[in-house]
């Protein structure tokens, strides 16, 4: 049966070998394609990262919320982990699907930081790029 | 947290107050300023819902959303 998955992308942003981040994107858009149904991609573009990785500070994310088999997440699984233009990549069920979680962007009381410098880091800021 | 009388769940009181591991503002609150996880003993958080926000704290970490650990003064 399938299940309803989410990944995250972060991609180097300074790449090593040739190619955009969005032909990157849009590659493995393409590869969850192949194996399942895409329901939404939301990119959030460059972010600084929490810490360094690989001596990268910053990255780009992108979620891309699939339905697919089961059987053929170690294979996404795969081609993320063998690519280096990934810094990290993220795959995660969605438990009860995709209509059952619908973030809440309007937070808890906004007492302490409101001067938060990437308060827009949630469902506000899914159209750049 | 401030500590004082008892508190209740947030996520409780507000059922319409839905996080994952994207919501780092909200996650930001349940965590100290080093980035380690505040016991719930402090934040009133329920059993269940910490064991929620344990999880999505540490997918947060994982995709660098939020620090492993943090200096202390950022």
């Known amino acids: ?129 | 947290m401030n500590r004082g009388r008892v508190k209740v769940c947030r996520f409780c009181e507000d059922k319409a107050l839905v996080f994952d591991y994207k919501s780092e503002r909200i996650l930001r609150r349940f965590v100290t300023e080093r980035g380690k996880i505040i016991p719930r003993r402090m934040t009133g958080t329920c059993a269940r819902h910490q064991r929620v926000l344990m999880r999505e704290i540490k997918r947060a970490r994982h995709i660098a959303l939020m620090p492993y650990v943090a200096d202390a003064v950022k």
């Open chain 1, 1 to 129: 049966m399938p299940k309803d998955y989410e990944m995250t992308l972060i991609v180097d942003t300074q790449l090593a070998e040739g190619g955009s981040v969005d032909e990157i994107v849009t590659r493995y858009e393409t590869l969850v394609g192949e194996h399942g149904t895409i329901v939404n991609v939301d990119r959030w573009g460059a972010r600084k990262l929490a810490y360094d990785i690989r001596k990268r500070q910053q990255g780009d994310y992108t979620f891309v919320q699939f339905h697919a088999e089961p059987a053929v997440i170690a294979e996404i699984d795969r081609a993320c982990r063998l690519d280096d233009t990934i810094l990290r990549h993220l795959i995660i069920t969605v438990p009860g699907g995709f209509e059952a979680k619908k973030t809440n962007v309007a937070d808890l009381d906004d007492d302490d930081e409101s001067d938060d410098d990437d308060s827009d880091s949630d469902d506000t800021e899914e159209d750049s790029e």
